[in-house]
Each structure stands twice: as structure tokens, then as C-alpha cells.
């Protein structure tokens, strides 16, 4: 039936109780009349929010001759004959359009009447008000802006289903205006907390989102793959350590307020991409700190929630918060001693620590010594205690990797952790800036991974060489920026102030997908660009990153399609010179060497990409079509597409058209080609003649001598270190070590011991 009705040119009927397919339908009809439902842009001269304050005295009944134009949803509509009523919302509010027949163009009025809820319009008009009090605009023009093909929820009981609340925020946005105001006043604490710590003197910085070392906090880490420096990185879980550096560097005041990364659950207060403040302060300490948080939180209360200065209160989850004056500080041994009925300290018996954590069920190894014990009945037991601001001072070393220890017990560390209404919401210390001690707790750190401790920090040589260089005295703290929001905006959970929170990946069926795609399978907008057919579709949305992990994860076995003596005799066939003969040579050598170390499956293959890698240079010397005369003689031999691609990689500066490094095999391919003739260069200068006894300071003087072997070009050899992620200095010292890994290959200047004695 259907494929009858096609042939005849007809089109199906919609099903009228699918709103959905009868949007889409209307979609289509507008189009087809030559209306595009999704013009480019839109002039808007006003706001709803704007117009409303500046008309309030308007009188019922009054018109006005001013003339607007505004934008935004419609979100209500009702007719009587000749008149429409329209709410339109924009960003600031609502307003009624007021639509008579008679003042609009037949074809904007015959619009009116197609309009669905959920339409973007734009609309033109002078500002009236009615005889019933309504201010309104009462359109003379309106313009269909984006069409709305998929229905709102029901108005009267709008979306309060969480899950699709917060995987869906878009909808939860338009629907749910509170909760517009909640991310208003997100925008609004990041600011103030700006201002107030430019104020006072701090400068914001941005360091690196990853790190090849794990540092800064204890936490469970996501781990990446860097393709260009081929080893794999862990996403910030703090901005500690940089911070710190940039304070040994001089920076007196720095902050930086970023997104962290930690591998660990989910719940009401935690994320695991999440938003944080970290400061440091050169000659201060943890009062310092304690004097920051206190004018940094009253200042919030008062600037966002219009609390009076001295009288900072605010109200969270029902729980009355009085912020004003100077917080209570109080030992963590304390805290845990009420929460435990007797008094324990880092005196209190390891075994009766023990025994108290039993007690109340909470789970110890055996591993852990005193401080650990005490810390975690403080943070199972006593942290849910505290309403009130408090800061909790005095935390066993045990637990405080990077803070000073205290000089009347070195046992515990200048620390604090800031406790509102049972939650942690700053964690700060006295810095610890003895580089001896800080090269210690990692170490202790490293033995606490070798125990199981996933959340163990790694071991950071160049942290504590910075120390070495000195660092002075400061105070550090960080901040739960979103734990912040939270409180101020009176919200239970974290994904309540969290636009985008991590939800587990929505199941989308081949159905849904077939929904939404409809008729854009096959060629495209009048293009000759194709789309995927659907189960490709369905696959892809189903795979998402673990499809790329994967592929990264297996190793993949390339063909050369030639054995290494039919390789030979084909750069015998194109090259006489013993020079061309002997460079090849030394590639290939060195490619063996590195695919040994990077992709040992593929040894071959790398192999005789470098073996062939200059196969056309002698006969043709053609700059731009260098390598691709080799490809035809590669490919008419027997050889593949895969190395052939890997070969023309190396010429990819000279000729743009020519595919660019982007496997490993082929960025070492690019960085040794050129370095090899500048290493040799510099061996034919030596007493021996051989790369074996070259010290890398002779090659590095080479190197920056310009004059030195002119023809080797010196910006090449750079970018082939750039390609792989090394310094140039680097990338010579490990270059020559491989040409003295594989000689006499390549060792091609080596004299005779006693030959190079008589000289």
C-alpha cells in the first residue's frame, strides 16, 4: 500500500494521535509552501522582564504606539474567532501576544493558527494593555523562528521525574523556571568569589587538565591515552601541585577555579567531574586560610542571598547556618571523641583504635596505623555532627600527604577541613615546603599503592626538585565549588546545581533512532553526501567512547605485502649509490629498533617501511612527488596501501595533499629520517668515525651549529620531535643511543682501530 501510494506521488496519512508525526508533518508543509521553519536569525529590540517594568503604570484599556520585537516559546494559546491569545516566554519572563486578524498579514495570521506550544517565534508589535490588565504586545508581524516537532510535557503536572530532569536539562530549563534561577545564581557565586579573590590580591591561573604523574589528592583517578606522546595520562583529581609550583616560581597569590576528575561513585554530593577553587598565599599559613574562607563565604551571603553584614545567616534543608563572625575551630581527635563516647587521640592503642572502628562497623586493614584509625571514626561518626561553620584542625600525617606537620606533635599536620551542616566544603593546610620531608610522604605513598590503595598519590620528581629550589612559607585551600552552590542555593543534591551530571548512558533503540532520522536516510539536503544506514547508526550510539578504547586498546597487525628480499631488490632495481643503499639500510635498522619497543607484532612492517622509504629519491629527486613514485613502484611489487601511506607520511611537509604522521610508526619514521644523516655527519668528524664513542653534548653542538651539515634541516628534525612529544635534546640523546644500538648498521664513517690510532 504504502509503495502504491509513492508511486501515485500521494503521501501517507498521519496518524493524528501521534502529536509528534503531525509536528513533523507540519514541518514538512511549511516547507513545501516555501516557508523555512529555521530561518538564520532574529532582531530582537526588547525583553519581556524589561518591558513589564517599564510599563507597569500603563493603564487597562491604554495602548501605546512603541514598537518592539521579541523572541522566545510560546508556552499557552487559546482563540476566539478573530482573536488568538499567546504567551510567549523569553529568558526574563513572559508576556501575552494579543492577535487580531485584522492587524496582521493574512498569511502571519493564518501562522498563528498552525502554531504548537513549544514554538520559537518572533513577533513585532506595539506594547497595549487590556481592558482586563493583561500588558501585552499586540502583534503586527510574526515570524516562525524554530519549528517545535517534539511536544512539551503535560502542562499540569510539567517534568518532575529526576532522571529526566537531569538527563534531559534542557527540557527541565524550559519547563521548570526555578530552576533557571538555580544556574543564575550559580553564575552569580563564581563571579563574586572572582572578584573577591582578585580583591584580594590573587591572580587566576590555569594549569594542565592532565598529568602523567598522580598528585594533589588522594582519589581514584580516569586514566586517557595521549596519542602524540603514546602513553597514557590521568585526568586532574587536583590542581595542587602545579599551584605550588607557580608559588616557588615568585606568584605571591594564585587561584584557579577548574573542573577535577576522580574515578569514584555517585551520590548526593559527589560527581565525578566536579568544579573547584584552589588558592595558595606565599608567607601565610592555615589562620590565613581561616580568614579567606570566613570574607569569602560572608561575602557570598550577603551579595547572593542579601544577608545583612554581621548577620550572615541562611537557611539549608531546614537547618538554620550562622556564618557571621569568627567560625569555630576544634581538634579532630575531639570531634571523633564525642562521636565515640570516650576520648581517643594518636595516643589512644592501636588495638582499641581497632576495636572502636569494629564496634561501629567500620571496615580497617591492617596496614593502616593510628592517625588513619582515628580519621576514619571522625569521618564515618563525628563529621555528620556539625551544623554550624567549623573548621576541624589537627589531622594525623597519616592522611595530609602535603601539609606541614605541626611542631608540638609532628604527628599531625597544620590542616583543616571546613564542615558546614554535616558536609566537607574546604580542605586546607600550611604548606609543607621541606623538600626531604615531601620526597618521604610520597614515598610512603608509593609503598601505600603497593598495599591496594588505588587512591594512593604517585611519585613527583620534578614537585619535589621545584621544592629544592625553595618555596616560602604559604597557605593553601581548596574548595567544593559545587558543594558551595549547594549550599547557598538551598539544594539537597549536587546534580541539582549541575547543568550536564555524569547519568548512565540512556538506552536509545534502532526505533528511536528510526524516529528522529525519517527521511534524511540516504542523500541529504539536495547533497550528494550520504547518511549511514540505520544499523550503522544504532552501533555507533551504542559503542560511543568504548568503540575508540577499543581501538586503541588492540594492537593492529599491518601487511607490508612484500618479504624483506623482494624489498631489497626493489631498492637495489631503483638505487645504485652506496650512499642511498647504506641509508636505507640504517633505517631500517632503526625502525626494527623502535617498533621492538612500541608494536612489536608489526616489526616487519616497520621495518621495511624504513628500508623503502627513499625508494624513488635517486632516480626521480622530485621534492613534492617524492614518495609517491614509490607507492606505484611499491604497489606494482606486491606491497600495500597500509605501507605505503606510512611511507608517504615522511614527505607530508613538502607536499600538503600527502597524508600527515599520526601512527607511532610513522612520527618515528619522520623524526629519524632527517637526524640519522646529521648523526652520521658528526660521527665522520670524530677520531674513530663511529657513532659508538659520540657523547651527546658533541651531537647537541652540532646540532645548533647551523654551519655544521647545512643540508640536514634542522626545523624538520624539530618536528619530529614536536611529533613525538619530546624535547629536541631528547629526542637527539635517544636517537643516538639507537644508532649505537644497532651499529655497524649505519655506522657508516667507522675507521679501523688502528687506522684511526694512526691518525
Known amino acids: 500500500m504504502a509503495e502504491q501510494e509513492q508511486a501515485q506521488g500521494t503521501k501517507p496519512e498521519v496518524d493524528i494521535n501521534d502529536e509528534r508525526a503531525v509536528r513533523r508533518a507540519k514541518r514538512q508543509a511549511l516547507i513545501d509552501a516555501g516557508v523555512n521553519p529555521y530561518p538564520i536569525k532574529s532582531t530582537v529590540t526588547a525583553h519581556t522582564a524589561d518591558l513589564a517594568q517599564k510599563y507597569a503604570d500603563l493603564a487597562d484599556g491604554e495602548d501605546t504606539a512603541d514598537i518592539y520585537t521579541l523572541a522566545g516559546r510560546i508556552r499557552a494559546k487559546r482563540g476566539q474567532g478573530k482573536l488568538s491569545f499567546l504567551v510567549l516566554e523569553d529568558v526574563s519572563g513572559q508576556i501575552q501576544l494579543f492577535c487580531r486578524v485584522n492587524d496582521m498579514p493574512e498569511a502571519d495570521w493564518q501562522l498563528v493558527r498552525q502554531l504548537d506550544l513549544g514554538d520559537i517565534v518572533e513577533v513585532t508589535g506595539p506594547i497595549v494593555r487590556t481592558k482586563r490588565g493583561e500588558l501585552s ?33 534542557y527540557l527541565d530549563l524550559i519547563m521548570n523556571p526555578e530552576v533557571r534561577d538555580v544556574f543564575r545564581k ?142 569555630t575551630s576544634i581538634p579532630l581527635s575531639e570531634v571523633a571523641s564525642k562521636a565515640v563516647g570516650e576520648h581517643v587521640d594518636m595516643d589512644t592503642p592501636i588495638e582499641h583504635l581497632r576495636e572502636l572502628c569494629a564496634a561501629h562497623e567500620i571496615e580497617w586493614q591492617e596496614n593502616w596505623g593510628s592517625g588513619k584509625l582515628l580519621f576514619e571514626l571522625y569521618d564515618e561518626l563525628g563529621e555528620s555532627t556539625l551544623v554550624n561553620p567549623t573548621f576541624v584542625c589537627d589531622y594525623p600525617e597519616e592522611v595530609s600527604p602535603l601539609s606541614k606537620r605541626k611542631d608540638e606533635d609532628p604527628r599531625l599536620t597544620d590542616r583543616f577541613e571546613l564542615v558546614i551542616c554535616g558536609h566537607e566544603y574546604a580542605n586546607a593546610f600550611s604548606e609543607l615546603n621541606d623538600p626531604v620531608d615531601q620526597a618521604g610522604r610520597f614515598a610512603e605513598q608509593v609503598a601505600a599503592k603497593g598495599f591496594g590503595d588505588d587512591e594512593a598519590m604517585g611519585y613527583d620528581y620534578d614537585y619535589v626538585r621545584a621544592l629544592e629550589y625553595g618555596m616560602p612559607p604559604a597557605g593553601g585551600i581548596g574548595y567544593g565549588i559545587d558543594r558551595m552552590i549547594m ?32 527521511d534524511a536516510l540516504g542523500k541529504r539536503g539536495g547533497t550528494d553526501v550520504a547518511a549511514a544506514d540505520l544499523d550503522a547508526i544504532t552501533a555507533d550510539s551504542e559503542a560511543g567512547a568504548s568503540a575508540e578504547a577499543a581501538k586503541q586498546a588492540e594492537p593492529q597487525k599491518l601487511e607490508p605485502g612484500l618479504t624483506r628480499d623482494q624489498a631489497v631488490d626493489l631498492l637495489k632495481q631503483y638505487n645504485e649509490d652506496t650512499f642511498h643503499i647504506d641509508h636505507a639500510q640504517t633505517l631500517e635498522a632503526l625502525m626494527r629498533y623502535y617498533a621492538q619497543k612500541y608494536d612489536p607484532q608489526n616489526i616487519d612492517f616497520w621495518g621495511l617501511a624504513g628500508l623503502l622509504h627513499d625508494l624513488d629519491w635517486e632516480k626521480f629527486q622530485d621534492e613534492v612527488n617524492h614518495t609517491v613514485k614509490a607507492s606505484e613502484l611499491i604497489l606494482a611489487a606486491g606491497g600495500t596501501e597500509d605501507l605505503c601511506h606510512a611511507i608517504q607520511t615522511h614527505n ?53 651549529d647551523k654551519r655544521f651539515a647545512a643540508g640536514c634541516d634542522r626545523a624538520v628534525i624539530t618536528k619530529g620531535a614536536e611529533l613525538n612529544g619530546m624535547e629536541v635534546n631528547d629526542l637527539l640523546a635517544e636517537v643516538l643511543e639507537a644508532m649505537k644500538a644497532i651499529a655497524p648498521v649505519g655506522d657508516i664513517y667507522a675507521k679501523d682501530p688502528e687506522e684511526a690510532s694512526q691518525e
Open 186 to 327: 550559580r553564575s552569580q557565586i563564581i563571579s563574586t568569589i572572582r572578584r573577591y579573590m582578585e580583591a584580594d590580591g590573587y591572580m587566576e591561573v590555569e594549569t594542565p587538565m592532565m598529568h602523567a604523574i598522580l598528585g594533589g589528592a588522594n582519589a581514584k583517578p580516569f586514566v586517557t591515552h595521549f596519542n602524540a606522546l603514546d602513553r597514557d595520562f590521568y585526568l586532574r583529581i587536583a590542581t595542587e601541585l602545579p599551584l605550588k609550583r607557580l608559588i616557588v616560581g615568585g606568584m605571591e597569590r594564585v587561584f584557579e577555579i577548574g573542573r577535577q576528575f576522580r574515578n569514584e561513585g555517585m551520590d548526593l554530593t559527589h560527581n565525578p567531574e566536579f568544579t573547584s577553587m584552589e588558592a595558595y598565599c606565599a608567607y601565610s599559613d592555615l589562620e590565613g586560610m581561616k580568614r579567606l574562607t570566613e570574607g569569602l563565604f560572608q561575602t557570598i551571603a550577603r551579595e547572593v542571598c542579601g544577608c545583612e553584614e554581621g548577620h550572615e545567616v541562611i537557611t539549608y534543608q531546614g537547618q538554620t547556618v550562622d556564618m557571621s563572625g569568627h567560625w
Open 487 to 518: 549550599l547557598f542555593c538551598d539544594q539537597p543534591a549536587i546534580r541539582d546545581v549541575l547543568l550536564f551530571p555524569q547519568m548512565k548512558p540512556e538506552t536509545v533503540t534502532k526505533a528511536d533512532i528510526a524516529a528522529q532520522v525519517g
Open 137 to 169: 504586545l499586540k502583534p503586527t508581524g510574526l515570524r516562525l523562528l524554530s519549528k517545535s516537532v517534539r511536544p512539551l510535557p503535560e502542562k499540569f503536572h510539567g517534568l518532575t521525574d529526576r532522571e529526566v530532569r537531569y538527563r534531559q536539562r
Open 652 to 704: 607530508s611537509d613538502n607536499n600538503p595533499d600527502l597524508p600527515k604522521p599520526e601512527r607511532k610508526m610513522e612520527k618515528v619514521l619522520f623524526a629519524i629520517d632527517e637526524l640519522t644523516g646529521l648523526i652520521q655527519a658528526a660521527a665522520k668528524m670524530r677520531p674513530s668515525g663511529s657513532v659508538t664513542d659520540m657523547p651527546v653534548k658533541s651531537l647537541k653542538k652540532k646540532f645548533k
